[in-house]
């Protein structure tokens, strides 16, 4: 593994790269004052100082005094490992915090919910999140209706499986409605029971796939990573009977 590599893996677990460029300095060339780790690292003389100190409050760094000149030295690369369990610990009291005041914060969102609103989820996290929050506005044994499954994609495949594993963990029921070409998809589907498939008339088609469910009806156009999220009765009451009509003369 050359420089740059190894550098990208200390940025990915948190260290910036001015940290960087002084650390990786430091392991190369051993203990030294600074004159040596601004040349080798390419840091500025005010800023030295500052990115030291946080190398030595991570644990990555040390200091000494030699005839009245201070050394510094990295530690042992291990000590990396110390300072992933410390920000692992930091994350969980920080969720244990979060845990404390979410009840409080779902709270206000309800009620300043408004009986009508249409929202926009748009790539792999956003139609992640419109999936986790539709399981989480239903209970076990609810019902949720899809229609117009036909092709998703590489892309989108993923993020349909993922709320399919989700949705039969709560034991959530789901009725789809497939079209004839997507029998691949009905066959991966029926692994996350509860579920119900029945398979659209041959000829029927719809350019979208649609999500059914209490009070909100999501639409996905086609292969796109983007959900259209309506909030309002009367939308989904319109749309679960058509959805109604199709399923009587759908075949399972």
């Given amino acids: 593994m050359d420089v740059q590599d190894i550098e990208l893996e200390l940025e990915s677990i948190g260290l ?11 392991l190369k060339i051993g203990a030294s ?18 990115v030291l100190d946080k190398l030595i409050q991570k644990g990555l760094v ?4 030699k005839e009245n000149v201070k ?30 005041i979410l009840p409080t914060l779902i709270a ?12 926009i989820y748009t790539g792999t996290r956003g139609v992640k999140t ?27 495949i993923h993020s349909a499986v993922y709320f399919q594993k989700i949705r039969a963990n709560k034991k959530i029921k789901a009725k789809f409605l497939i079209n004839q070409d997507a029998k691949n998809i009905a066959d991966e589907f029926k692994k996350y ?17 649609f999500l059914i469910y209490k009070d909100k009806v999501i639409i996905n156009l086609a292969k796109e990573m ?19 009509l199709l399923w009587k003369t759908a075949k399972p």
């Fill in 16 to 26: 910036n790269k001015s940290e960087i460029k002084v650390y990786v300095s430091l």
């Fill in 33 to 50: 004052s600074t004159g040596p780790i601004i040349k080798e690292s390419k840091t500025a003389n005010s800023k030295i100082y500052e």
């Fill in 62 to 65: 040390c200091f000494f005094v």
């Fill in 71 to 100: 050394y510094y030295k990295s530690t042992n690369p291990k000590m990396l490992l110390d300072f992933l369990e410390e920000k692992k610990s930091a994350i969980d009291k920080e969720k244990d915090r979060l845990n404390n």
């Fill in 108 to 119: 206000f969102s309800q009620d300043k919910e408004e009986e009508k609103e249409a929202l």
């Fill in 130 to 156: 419109a999936f986790t929050n539709l399981v989480d506005e239903l209970n076990e044994g609810d019902e949720v209706h899809i229609m117009g499954v036909y092709d998703f994609g590489d892309k989108f």
């Fill in 193 to 209: 029971p509860p579920v119900e498939i029945r398979f659209l008339p041959k000829g029927t088609f719809t350019p979208a796939v």
């Fill in 226 to 244: 983007t959900f259209f999220v309506i909030k309002s009765r009367s939308a989904k009451e319109a749309f679960d009977a058509y959805f109604n």
